[in-house]
């Protein structure tokens, strides 16, 4: 059985539905299926809050009005009929989810959905990940903290589907009316008494035809598990190693491969000066040369990486030959689109400022890693893919093999912050197995993963805001970064392809810049505006894409308006917002934070708002500056400053998982500190000194706050906003505000550790990876 729901505005279908009201289809097939299908769109544009008297009123920006998750929520809509759940006879409700899990909690969340609407225990809904299915088209792209916005109303009417129907089916087994019969924890009961349980029930539901369907959606005050703070349903097996990544795949045959990878960005191979006596190396089963580099196959991941080591090669330059820190940030400053407001120093006082962003790294846990077996005829894939249409498709046309010759299946993975958004591991590892004839298990090493793999582009942003009397009359934006690769387009093909284009590229890039960035404050005229160049760099959308920075510089200059005017940092904000619900998560974090309160010199406070897809986050940082915390002493480490204390509240209208939330903004904050104040490329003569942890300075446990308190603010809206990136950046906003406060001078580079000398060593870029450690226990802490 499959149900579709497609969702009907009250007052505007003649048929009367309201808005819970929803027609879906039962499928025909062997136990009950159902499904879920919105024709029309089951998400309403933002509505741009009215201005208020007071401050100089900003027109809404395109984003408060329809943002980059409505435009990917409405594209998922058309195919929303083909994610179907089945009921099994063991009584269990199953979920194969178009979207990848890699730590979110999206598997939990979309269990919750399930487990309410069809009133069934948590612990019976089973969600696994779907392959790759071309038919989805938009539907299978995770991204933009999409994926409880999109599948909130389909799979809910596809659970309420099946619950009708095994509510009719109960009725008739047991001659009974069915407005007299009751369902919970998975049993139908009568009102004489007899059950029926769901899974005794399942085939009697079952349809010999396609049928629609009519279903009612609960109330959000019938809600008995969305709400409420759940565990993960993968957390046993996340913290007992029994849970499935790529690398835990086990194909017959799929030996351990790696590629030595060139000394600088994309170079390529000449030759191999001695490729025979690698290939005769204990265990070492191929030598081939791919376009990215030498892979080696062996029995163990250890003997590759002594053969990679032992490679001698003739690298040709790469895309990014010469380049250093400072060339990029000169041709940036040269794209810098100018500014429209002409100085005006008898009139009005301005807050001219450019803040520079340097490159970063997605740094997730999993480094790239894929299993292949390509044949002849046909190729199979195993990995943790966020845009599975695009990696079969991509890999399809290299090996010149139809997409239905092509299964990609998507394993779950260990962290993404949009590096998996790219199948960079995938169409290697194809590449590789066709080449030696064999199942390959390709593994990055985590030194690939910080010299060649997708970066964060490095970026600037000038911001002049002008003033006069007290108000503040305009503000302009100007964005400026190294080319993002959207390549993955929307998730299919076409649109992949129409990324990579010599317009399309930029064109796709000032989209998710217009649909994503939006000002919260009421600043007179405001223009936010994107200019993007050099794509000689692999980077990628990173956890919230443009907003960290754009946020962190405006949040800066707001703090610099608030002082010039001799106001307070949080009145000020308050005074400017637009939305009740931002004043609403700046209160309470100024509440709950104490904002304001005597702190020692050299300490301070920062407070941040950030909005972005329908949802709202307030970030309080307190920081300890003073140099007997800088002048820290840990072995092999980078310290500097500490924040000491973050309060984070948090608005999503309707949040699923309060306790996946909580874990959520935990997870942003994290990346929000590194970001201000230590995670950082630097660039040398076209190739990257970062190789792994060691160097690549993300929070650890000596600079995570002592104290952290996530406020989940009560619905406010009866649908789910984004979550997944929302406290990226206005963590990093606070914590820099804080910085500024306390060292008394406003940081304009980022990270704020990115300087001359190093704090490290760099490792030699040949051989592309260290050996092996054999001191591992003398550098336990």
């Known amino acids: 059985m499959q149900s579709s729901p497609q969702k009907r505005e009250a007052g505007a279908d003649p048929g009367g539905h309201s808005r819970r009201r929803f027609l879906g289809f039962v499928v025909a097939a062997s136990t009950l299926t159902v499904a879920a299908y919105l024709g029309e769109a089951a998400v309403a544009p933002a509505k741009a809050a009215a201005a208020t008297s007071g401050p100089v009123p900003s027109a809404p920006?395109?984003?408060?009005?329809?943002?980059?998750?409505?435009?990917?929520?409405?594209?998922?809509?058309?195919?929303?009929?083909?994610?179907?759940?089945?009921?099994?006879?063991?009584?269990?409700?199953?979920?194969?989810?178009?979207?990848?899990?890699?730590?979110?909690?999206?598997?939990?969340?979309?269990?919750?959905?399930?487990?309410?609407?069809?009133?069934?225990?948590?612990?019976?809904?089973?969600?696994?990940?779907?392959?790759?299915?071309?038919?989805?088209?938009?539907?299978?792209?995770?991204?933009?903290?999409?994926?409880?916005?999109?599948?909130?109303?389909?799979?809910?009417?596809?659970?309420?589907?099946?619950?009708?129907?095994?509510?009719?089916?109960?009725?008739?087994?047991?001659?009974?009316?069915?407005?007299?019969?009751?369902?919970?924890?998975?049993?139908?009961?009568?009102?004489?008494?007899?059950?029926?349980?769901?899974?005794?029930?399942?085939?009697?539901?079952?349809?010999?035809?396609?049928?629609?369907?009519?279903?009612?959606?609960?109330?959000?005050?019938?809600?008995?598990?969305?709400?409420?703070?759940?565990?993960?349903?993968?957390?046993?097996?996340?913290?007992?190693?029994?849970?499935t990544f790529a690398m835990d795949v086990r194909v017959p045959g799929a030996l351990p491969t790696m590629v030595c990878r060139p000394p600088t960005i994309n170079g390529t191979v000449r030759s191999v000066r001695n490729l025979d006596a690698v290939r005769v190396m204990p265990d070492i089963t191929h030598v081939v040369q791919i376009p990215t580099g030498v892979a080696v196959r062996g029995r163990t991941f250890g003997q590759c990486i002594d053969a990679i080591r032992a490679l001698d090669v003739d690298w040709g330059p790469g895309t990014a030959e010469g380049a250093f820190d400072a060339t990029v940030a000169d041709e940036l400053k040269r794209a810098e689109l100018p500014l429209a407001v002409p100085s005006l120093p008898l009139l009005t006082k301005a807050v001219d400022t450019r803040f520079t962003f340097h490159f970063a790294s997605n740094g997730a846990l999993e480094t790239n890693c894929a299993v292949a077996d390509v044949r002849d005829d046909s190729a199979e894939i195993w990995a943790s893919l966020k845009s599975p249409i695009v990696a079969q498709e991509q890999i399809a046309l290299q090996l010149g093999l139809p997409t239905t010759a092509v299964k990609v299946h998507v394993t779950q993975g260990g962290g993404s912050f949009g590096r998996k958004l790219f199948p960079d591991a995938a169409v290697e590892a194809a590449e590789v197995s066709r080449a030696v004839g064999k199942p390959v298990k390709l593994m990055w090493h985590r030194t690939d993963d910080f010299r060649q793999g997708r970066t964060h582009p490095m970026s600037t942003s000038r911001v002049r805001a002008t003033y006069s009397l007290g108000e503040v009359l305009t503000y302009e934006q100007r964005h400026t970064s190294v080319a993002t690769d959207f390549g993955h387009g929307l998730g299919e093909i076409i649109t992949a392809e129409a990324a990579q284009l010599p317009v399309g590229d930029l064109t796709f890039s000032e989209t998710v810049f217009l649909l994503s960035q939006q000002s919260p404050y009421h600043f007179g005229a405001t223009t936010q505006l994107l200019s993007e160049t050099d794509k000689s760099f692999n980077t990628g959308a990173m956890r919230n894409v443009y907003s960290p920075n754009v946020r962190c510089a405006q949040e800066l200059i707001v703090d610099e308006l608030a002082n010039r005017m001799g106001k307070d940092a949080v009145a000020f904000r308050r005074t400017h917002l637009k939305d009740e619900r931002a004043r609403a998560v700046l209160d309470k974090v100024a509440e709950v934070g104490r904002w304001g309160r005597a702190m020692p010199s050299g300490t301070a406070q920062g407070i941040a708002i950030h909005p972005e897809y329908h949802s709202f986050v307030a970030v309080l940082a307190e920081i300890d500056c003073r140099p007997q915390t800088t002048g820290r002493q840990i072995h092999s480490a980078y310290t500097g400053p500490r924040v000491t204390k973050v309060v984070c509240a948090v608005d999503v209208g309707l949040a699923v998982n309060p306790r996946g939330l909580e874990a959520q903004m935990m997870g942003g904050i994290m990346d929000g500190i590194a970001l201000t104040l230590t995670s950082g490329l630097h660039l040398k003569d076209g190739h990257f000194l970062e190789s792994s942890w060691d160097n690549y300075f993300y929070t650890r446990q000596w600079n995570t706050p002592p104290e952290l308190e996530i406020v989940v603010m009560p619905p406010t809206t009866g649908t789910p906003g984004g979550a997944g990136e929302l406290a990226v950046a206005g963590a990093m906003a606070a914590v820099a505000c804080a910085y500024g406060r306390a060292t008394g001078t406003m940081p304009t580079s980022f990270p704020v550790n990115h300087r001359e000398p190093l704090s490290f060593t760099p490792l030699p870029t040949t051989p592309p990876v260290p050996a092996p450690p054999t001191d591992g226990l003398a550098h336990a802490y």
């Open 61 to 243: 920006g395109q984003a408060e009005i329809y943002d980059l998750n409505d435009m990917l929520t409405h594209a998922a809509l058309p195919t929303a009929n083909l994610i179907t759940i089945r009921i099994d006879s063991d009584g269990t409700a199953s979920l194969q989810l178009p979207r990848t899990e890699v730590g979110q909690g999206i598997t939990t969340s979309s269990a919750m959905l399930i487990a309410d609407e069809l009133d069934l225990p948590l612990d019976r809904v089973k969600v696994t990940l779907a392959d790759a299915r071309p038919e989805l088209l938009f539907n299978q792209l995770t991204g933009g903290s999409n994926t409880t916005i999109s599948t909130f109303t389909p799979i809910r009417v596809a659970a309420a589907v099946a619950r009708r129907r095994l509510l009719e089916a109960a009725a008739l087994e047991l001659g009974e009316v069915i407005d007299t019969l009751t369902a919970k924890a998975g049993v139908i009961t009568s009102a004489t008494g007899r059950t029926l349980t769901y899974g005794e029930l399942a085939e009697k539901a079952t349809a010999v035809a396609t049928s629609e369907v009519s279903v009612t959606l609960k109330k959000s005050s019938e809600f008995a598990v969305i709400g409420t703070a759940r565990h993960r349903i993968d957390a046993l097996d996340a913290v007992t190693g029994t849970k």
